[in-house]
């Protein structure tokens, strides 16, 4: 914890204290109608004995964002901060630790800022639509799959035991409970995804992203379409980046922008994660552009996951997080 | 508005004053592991242009319930307000109108409450399983069906025409963004509904229970299994009720329950609905229960429908609702 020495107060905010908060509202962003034909008449019994007749045929509205956003007395933020969750998750990530600390959103609110925290279509509260909407199949991801990607441990298919990488900041006891918010993910949306982010960023305004995994791509996308509006870019480990051969980095040039990365980025999946973050930050570094590349070890905070914002020292993370925002003038 | 004069003050709150919230915390109640074998292996473009492997099988969480805790400083309520959903809905019916006024969940927390929005197994951020884990198929509620089950109108196939009922209190022109909060329902899921409702009940301990057309059932149930943790029981419209020859009304006779129905209850299905409810009702007045059948339109409050947690005189069915917990000393 050397290099952080003092991080622990910088949001300036007491853990005990409490929040003023002017409002809490949820909303969707965009959404479309659909018409459904030749689905089956079901007659269900509505749980007290009464049966119910669903002509499941007609419309439907599908591919609407979800949000909540709870906005602040007196934010110390410039601009609402949006915190977008990654693939096969919910907006859950950002709220509450598996083990039942405090998460992310809590930190954020007490540290200064509006949040917002969404479900992507397809996830949480932005429900799924009927079968057919979409072209793909939804994917699961197991257990084991999320143990191994999200960079937790070992699972040996034999003896089918779990075993935590030596040092790791993930509660690993609480990985039921982690579980328990994976969601079913469509891997044909990401499109869909991205035009989503985009809407949402138009519909708050001037604000500062915070997006993770596969909502980088989103995060990175949304600044390229808004420049004007997306004031920081927050990207944790992001999955992707775009092609500086493709997409011009000026455009986002001006954008404050922060990578972080954690502990044990090996194998072929990462080495390309990190490969394609790598090259686009470089095009952004050779426009002198505000952008700044955190590797957690190289600080020497070792042991963080793929899923930092639920690792042990999430705090001490969402600190480096807040000191980077207040450097860049994002709060007071 | 005749009997509800002065009503509209009843909460004790501004709505343009702050809340002082100690904490927003999430978590998940119940689940249990499942392991899914023989699913198909999974290549798919994890939107950056990595493509990610997904070996589905392996083990999931399933049947949690979801539950956003808002804890207020200074609660002016004895007990914290459980506000469950109905069936095809999630949490988002509580917490903003479709039409973008504050909801109930909002109301009440200005009211004095600490309050518990949760989305049930299934719905929203509870996510679903894999294919297979649970009997039955989802079913799907399309607009039509949405708007005449709520008794918004009538819809006429041919002419594919949205008729309000005259005087309807329901914001009809936001119809489209109240259908973006439906959900999947899966029919064959009561029991395990039932079940991880209560255990909601046990894990936050002494309680009042808001609950709203298929959760009543859920609500009613949880009060015969913790008769000593349910302090007050609000039914909006339940679906269902329990059959007085089986269940004995004795063992929820202390707890005060409130009956609340809106207008154009007409039809089969809310006859039967109404005469279930009724049936229980005066089995518990037979026992001097402290029990009372509120309908809207009997005090000169008209065109109130199934969802009216959502209508343009939400805060005034909330109002009833505050001035009978506050009657019942369930709020200072």
Redesign the interface.
């Known amino acids: 914890m050397g290099l952080m020495a003092g991080a622990g107060t910088s949001n300036g905010a007491s853990v005990n204290q409490?929040?003023?908060?002017?409002?809490?509202?949820?909303?969707?962003v965009g959404?479309r109608?659909v018409t459904?034909r030749d689905?089956p008449i079901?007659k269900?019994?509505?749980?007290?004995?009464?049966p119910?007749t669903?002509?499941?045929?007609?419309?439907?509205?599908v591919d609407?964002l979800?949000v909540?956003m709870?906005r602040l007395?007196r934010p110390r933020a410039k601009f609402p901060l949006l915190m977008w969750h990654g693939?096969g998750l919910?907006?859950?990530q950002w709220?509450?630790t598996p083990d039942?600390r405090?998460?992310w959103?809590?930190y954020f609110?007490r540290a200064g800022h509006d949040v917002c925290v969404s479900?992507g279509i397809e996830r949480?509260?932005?429900?799924?639509?009927?079968p057919g909407v979409w072209d793909s199949a939804p994917?699961?991801?197991?257990?084991?799959?999320q143990w191994r990607?999200a960079r937790i441990g070992t699972y040996d298919e034999q003896s089918r035991i779990y075993a935590p990488h030596p040092g790791t900041k993930f509660p690993s006891e609480a990985m039921?409970?982690f579980?328990?918010?994976?969601?079913?993910a469509w891997?044909g949306n990401?499109a869909l995804?991205?035009e989503r982010y985009a809407d949402l960023v138009k519909a708050i305004g001037p604000c500062v992203i915070i997006c993770f995994s596969?909502s980088?791509?989103?995060g990175t996308e949304a600044a390229q379409r808004h420049p004007d509006l997306v004031k920081g870019l927050i990207l944790i480990e992001?999955?992707?980046?775009p092609?500086a051969t493709k997409r011009p980095p000026q455009v986002v040039a001006k954008i404050p922008t922060l990578y972080v990365w954690g502990d044990n980025l090996t194998g072929p999946?990462w080495e390309?994660?990190l490969s394609?973050s790598r090259t686009w930050y470089e095009a952004l570094q050779q426009l002198a552009a505000p952008v700044e590349w955190v590797s957690l070890p190289e600080r020497g905070i070792t042991g963080n996951t793929h899923m930092m914002m639920m690792d042990r020292n999430s705090d001490q993370i969402a600190d480096i997080v807040q000191l980077w925002m207040r450097k860049h003038g994002l709060v007071a």
Chains 1, 2 share one sequence.
Do not use: C
């Open positions: 409490s929040l003023e908060i002017a409002e809490i509202r949820a909303f969707f959404g109608a459904v689905s079901a269900v019994d509505n749980a007290g004995g009464i119910v669903f002509d499941q045929n007609g419309e439907y509205q609407q979800y909540q709870i007395r693939g919910t907006g859950v709220e509450t039942g405090p998460g959103q809590m609110l479900d949480g509260r932005a429900t799924t639509p009927p994917v699961y991801m197991s257990k084991q799959w990607h039921d409970d579980m328990k918010q994976i969601s079913p891997p990401a995804h991205a596969q980088g791509n989103f992001p999955s992707g980046a092609d999946l390309n994660v394609a």
